[in-house]
């Protein structure tokens, strides 16, 4: 596609419900990156694909974060039995090759848990 | 391990000067820089890797000393268009265990005036 996508835009779940966000990269890219920005915080690692599978996972906050990536494309982030702390928007990133030439961020989803 | 950047932010008429740093405890292979506007994605910038040359985007450079493992943004005759929040991304030398992951700082929010 002509840049990264994600969906949904915006989530409002219950405490409590589980949560599916989804990452289409640029075609072509084999690096995918997620990370979450709280409100007026900085840019947080959660993790990291080359292709399908993920090298570091050590950014995950807790067991109830997990991520997958398919096909070497889509990616979807999946974060269990949410709590009001997870809420931040959730960006994903795509490079071409890992970290070089640059990573192209989506517009996020922005998550709300109440 | 988040790279520190300062100042946290910045206040500028238009036409003034401003450097931004980044530091890192670790041995880095590359710095990044990205731009965020306010409920925008972060954009790319420009990276700066080990042994290379410093680098431009119109008038904004960037230097990175591999010895004491810092990045700079010289932002030059600032323009209204440069406010937002700059973040710096550092990827660890190869064979670390940070090598193609891409680590931010917090960000320093920048702010022109007329």
């Known amino acids: 596609g002509a840049g990264v996508s994600q969906s949904p835009s915006n989530k409002v779940t219950e405490k409590g419900k589980d949560v599916e966000l989804r990452c289409d990269p640029i075609?072509?890219?084999?690096?995918l990156y997620w990370y979450r920005q709280s409100l007026g915080q900085g840019l947080e690692f959660l993790i990291y694909?080359?292709?399908?599978?993920?090298?570091?996972k050590s950014g995950l906050p807790s067991d109830r974060f997990s991520a997958e990536r398919t096909g070497g494309s889509v990616s979807t982030l999946t974060i269990q039995r949410t709590q009001q702390e997870d809420s931040a928007v959730y960006l994903c990133?795509?490079?071409?090759?890992?970290?070089?030439?640059?990573?192209?961020f989506g517009q996020g989803t922005r998550l709300t848990v109440v | 391990q988040q790279p520190v950047q300062s100042p946290q932010a910045v206040i500028l008429r238009e036409g003034e000067d401003a450097v931004i740093n980044c530091s890192s405890s670790?041995?880095?292979?590359?710095v990044h820089w990205y731009r965020q506007k306010h409920g925008e994605a972060p954009v790319f910038l420009m990276i700066?890797?080990?042994?290379?040359e410093q680098m431009r985007h119109e008038k904004i450079s960037a230097s990175f000393n591999e010895k004491k493992q810092q990045s700079s943004l010289y932002l030059t005759a600032s323009q209204l268009s440069y406010s937002g929040t700059y973040f710096c991304?550092?990827?660890?030398?190869?064979?670390?265990?940070?090598?193609?992951?891409?680590?931010f700082g917090q960000g320093t929010i920048l702010t022109v005036h007329p």
């Open positions: 991304g550092t990827e660890g030398d190869a064979g670390g265990t940070s090598y193609g992951k891409l680590t």
């Open positions: 990133a795509s490079s071409l090759v890992v970290i070089r030439p640059e990573a192209f």
């Open positions: 700066l890797l080990k042994g290379g």
């Open positions: 670790k041995a880095l292979y590359s």
């Open positions: 694909f080359q292709g399908n599978s993920a090298p570091d």
């Open positions: 075609s072509g890219h084999t690096a």
